[in-house]
């Protein structure tokens, strides 16, 4: 800095000083935004413009100009450095993932002014770090525009002249030759903002498209509902509590044999109550995700047919009041499975892992849906259930499995898993025994509820499993190990609808034929039953489903 401000060429001391100022204040915008390798990449494409301000200039019109555009082009870097940054903070989430994409897609105006009337102080910093940056850089461009001549100062072409200038060819050959490589290549030229923002501009148009679609495909399927004529066979009153949780593995519950307690109340309710309490022992999804899981639960596996049927459609032609409360907030679930509903209970407003949500705080809506006086309820109850992050989903400190070593940590460490992955198990389990608290309290409500005559039955299920360590080196969804596939399936009714054998949990069980044990339970009958798929009936057939992964046997 010393030897630029003794220089013996003013003008050029001010291009250098403009060009350090710009590339730190670009560049430490960019630190919160990306990852090492990433802000190199984008840092290379943002080089270019700014080394024009190396570049020997004369005349004050071109000067000028040059300010401008190096500025704008900064700017541009700097604002999509601070949005890619909030959302990171806020949502751990990129710009361009499905969460951010369909936030974006499903807000209008309204919604966009009442979101930043409740987020600015969360936006501050980052409106903060810009100005701070863009008055910096203003005021060296600035500098920058003036010429020499004009200033008043002597133009002298001092002796460091030709250092600099050799420096500074060496420097601009180098940086233009990366640049050019940059630019070259699609996977990081998708990181100029002017490219990433306007590609991000279409996705968010196609998925609104995307969902008009879905909005005429849910009023055909409800027309096509009632022209079915589905009818209830059973008089009186029945409420109908389906509890969907979310990434839980069977083989990690103890009502299941897993060697941990996690679910203390659920074996207290089994014993209790019996065969009533039919535990599926051999329980499948056919998806390893969330979205195509419920997609093949809901619409009977059967959503790719020319006239798919949803079976919430169903139940409201059939006479059921259908409410949907949920824990997630996850606007293309919403779009396509709980805009169905009568009524919407959505209780999180952080997408995706970040979500903090307590499942414990959906017993609030559920208690005031049973308490409804309509006669025939349907209720969902979408829960988080043992969703990534797994240490979110109990309450801080609840986790009786991250001291000491047991069985299940010997385990582990005898397959050879990492310690990482250890942890991660000690995690997930917790989250189990919190979820056997929120599962039990909703089944106590449903029990609880007024109408002590009436029908009721509860159906509980995961729409995927989970890999924590069980078949690979890996925590989360799996749709390459059997893990991400094995779920818990569990049933119960006040009154049975029809008898069932006494080996009836043997039954395989798989997600993608929810629909038809469901339309059992709300006791709907319609044309284009298929008895054979709904595990409570007699004339119930398995047949494997096709898994992306090889299964030795569903009966295990
Ligand atoms: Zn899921």
Not at 91 to 97: H, L, P, T, V
Not at 337 to 341: G, K, M, N, S, T
């Given at each position: 800095m010393h030897a630029i401000r003794d220089g013996h060429s003013p003008a050029r001391s001010s291009d250098l000083l403009a060009f350090a100022v710009v590339f730190a204040t670009v560049l430490c915008t960019l630190i919160p935004a990306h990852d090492l390798r990433r802000l190199a990449q984008v840092m290379v494409l943002a080089l270019p413009a700014m080394c024009l301000l190396l570049w020997p200039v004369e005349a004050l019109r071109v000067c000028r100009l040059r300010a401008l555009f190096v500025g704008l082009w900064a700017g541009g870097f700097m604002i999509d450095g601070a949005v890619r940054a909030y959302l990171a903070r806020t949502?751990?989430?990129?710009?361009?993932?499905a969460l951010v994409l369909t936030a974006v897609a499903n807000t209008g105006t309204g919604e966009s002014v009442e979101y930043l009337s409740m987020y600015w102080p969360a936006m501050l910093p980052w409106v903060a770090v810009l100005m701070a940056g863009g008055l910096a850089m203003a005021w060296a461009l600035r500098r920058t525009a003036v010429s020499p001549v004009q200033a008043g100062v002597p133009r002298a072409n001092g002796a460091r002249m030709p250092l600099l200038r050799r420096w500074s060819a060496l420097l601009l050959c180098a940086v233009l030759l990366l640049s050019a490589l940059a630019y070259a290549l699609k996977p990081w030229r998708r990181l100029h903002p002017l490219v990433f923002w306007s590609d991000w501009v279409a996705s968010v148009q196609e998925l609104r498209d995307e969902w008009a679609d879905q909005d005429e495909l849910r009023q055909r399927t409800l027309a096509r509902a009632a022209g079915l004529q589905p009818t209830v066979l059973s008089e009186g009153p029945s409420t109908v509590v389906v509890v969907i949780s979310d990434s839980v593995n069977r083989d990690n519950l103890g009502l299941y044999g897993y060697t941990r307690e996690t679910t203390p109340r659920l074996e207290r309710l089994r014993d209790e109550l019996g065969d009533a309490f039919l535990v599926l022992r051999h329980a499948w999804s056919v998806d390893a995700g969330t979205l195509a899981s419920l997609r093949n639960l809901f619409w009977f596996g059967n959503y790719n047919a020319p006239e798919p049927m949803h079976v919430l459609a169903l139940a409201r032609a059939a006479g059921y009041h259908v409410t949907w409360i949920s824990n997630h907030d996850d606007i293309a679930i919403d779009q396509s499975?709980?805009?169905?509903?009568d009524r919407i209970e959505r209780l999180s407003r952080t997408p995706g892992r970040s979500n903090r949500s307590a499942d414990i705080d959906t017993l609030k809506p559920l208690r005031a849906a049973l308490a409804d006086p309509q006669p025939r309820k349907l209720i969902v109850v979408h829960l988080m259930g043992a969703h990534p992050h797994y240490s979110f989903r109990y309450p801080k400190g609840a986790n009786p499995f991250d001291d000491g070593f047991d069985v299940v940590e010997h385990e582990l460490e005898q397959e050879g898993r990492p310690v990482w992955l250890q942890v991660l198990r000690d995690e997930y389990d917790a989250a189990l025994l919190h979820h056997d608290t929120v599962l039990a309290e909703t089944f106590e409500l449903l029990r609880q509820a007024p109408g002590s005559g009436d029908y009721r039955a509860w159906l509980y299920l995961s729409d995927h499993g989970q890999e924590v360590g069980h078949d690979a080196d890996h925590a989360g969804h799996s749709s390459h190990t059997v893990a991400g596939f094995r779920i818990p399936a569990i049933v119960w009714q006040n009154q049975a609808r029809s008898t069932l054998p006494a080996d009836a949990w043997r039954r395989p069980f798989r997600v993608d034929w929810t629909g038809w044990t469901l339309a059992h339970l709300l006791d709907v009958r319609w044309q284009g039953d298929d008895r054979g798929r709904d595990v409570l009936d007699a004339a119930y057939r398995w047949a494997d489903p096709q898994l992306p992964v090889s299964v030795a046997s569903f009966e295990n």
């Open positions: 949502y751990q989430a990129s710009a361009d993932s499975h709980a805009a169905f509903a």
